[in-house]
């Protein structure tokens, strides 16, 4: 199993979706956690069992929620949680970056 550093900027993108989606109605920002935190044993358990996006980035969906986890996998393991909306090339190039 690999070590899992999620970046500051991921992190405040978290909160903020958390927060969105309990006010949009109570405790889906928590099923959203919970999908999420899922979704990171599944990286941090498998990481090469997810889509590779570019040469070192691969893409994890986050189930029920329109959210992509990207990694690199170095030494540890780096995420970055981004809308699924986002065109891809900016989400790659943001993931690439840390």
Excluded: H
Excluded at 70 to 76: E, G, L, P, S
Aim: with cysteine; charged share 25%.
């Amino acid at each position: 199993m690999y070590d899992l550093i999620i970046k500051p900027g991921a992190e405040e993108d978290i909160s903020e979706i958390f927060s969105w989606y309990n006010l949009k109605k109570p405790g889906l920002g928590i099923q959203f956690i919970d999908c999420l935190d899922e979704a990171l044993i599944s990286v941090k358990l498998f990481p090469q069992d997810n889509f590779n996006v570019l040469k070192n980035v691969r893409r994890k969906t986050i189930r029920r929620f329109p959210y992509n986890i990207y990694y690199t996998k170095k030494a540890n393991l780096f995420c970055a949680c981004y809308y699924a909306s986002l065109p891809q090339a900016d989400r790659v190039e943001q993931a690439d970056s840390q």
